[in-house]
């Protein structure tokens, strides 16, 4: 029977060059000169440092555009709040990678609302969905690619 998983993957390597590129546009522009504004990365964490609240506004903006020249669907970064102390300010940016169990749910839904005969199955952090037709399968990913779930999905696995 064919087959295939969703998934909502991001390529490390990929974030690793927007957040370098990021801190060198920093490094380069006037209005940052000597602010020590940077980007700083934990596996799938960014944290923000800037020394004012309009600063990290902007290193956000520059982030989301080299993000998205890199072929990383925005959508993924989770901003957190913009915490302020005397000296700086700081903001958390999850990059959300991998379908946890609510969006997972979510997705499961939005098949079953297709109304699609096809059966799916969670497994840790992807969707099998498996069907008679392949011509199935195929209007499984049209109604994934055209709804809205709030991460960006791959569709890997294709088997027939």
Do not use: W
Not at 102 to 122: L, M, N, P
Request: neutral net charge; aromatic residues 4%; contains cysteine.
């Amino acid at each position: 029977m064919p087959s295939f998983d969703v998934v909502s993957e991001i390529d490390a390597h990929e974030l690793t060059n927007a957040v370098d590129q990021t801190n060198r546009e920093i490094a380069n522009r006037f209005d940052f000169k000597g602010s020590g504004a940077r980007v700083e990365r934990e596996e799938y964490v960014l944290t923000i440092i800037a020394q004012a609240e309009f600063q990290v506004k902007q290193v956000v903006e520059i982030l989301r555009l080299k993000v998205a020249k890199r072929g990383i669907d925005v959508v993924c970064l989770d901003e957190g709040d913009i915490s302020t102390n005397v000296a700086e300010a700081r903001q958390k940016i999850t990059v959300r990678h991998g379908l946890d169990q609510e969006f997972a749910r979510k997705v499961v839904k939005c098949i079953k609302e297709s109304q699609v005969k096809v059966t799916t199955q969670i497994q840790d952090e992807q969707v099998r969905v498996t069907g008679k037709k392949r011509d199935d399968l195929q209007a499984v990913i049209a109604v994934l690619r055209s709804a809205s779930i709030g991460l960006p999905l791959q569709f890997t696995n294709f088997r027939d």
